[in-house]
């Protein structure tokens, strides 16, 4: 069973990265995952909405909940504008892939607008 451990909704802005970012590694201590894994998942948070802010998305929601491992989503709110993907896109994707587990994309109309990946939690 997932417990949600914090949700945040937010304006999509280069100026609101930094303070997602320490939410994130608030979490990722709370739950008592690794520095590297807490790092990694701060990197994911970020790359993920920076794909919603290059996709046109105005605001975002980050949900983190933990369960067996820590579960997030990253997911755009309101409509985005048309995006073709680019090279800034397909590095951002390459990123999450590799560094988070059961990664999963949702795309609207060619434009990434929902984003989920777990860490897991050392014992």
Known sequence: MMNEVLSLRLALSPDVMTTV????????????LSYDDG?????CVT??????LRGGYAHARVVFADGDALSVLVEGEGEASAHAENDEDEIALALINALAQDVEMKKEGGTVAK???TFGKQA
């Open 21 to 32: 970012r320490l939410a994130t590694g608030g979490v990722c201590s709370l739950l008592s």
């Open 39 to 43: 790092e990694d998942c701060k990197v």
């Open 47 to 52: 790359e993920s909405l920076l794909l919603l």
């Open 115 to 117: 984003v989920t990946f």
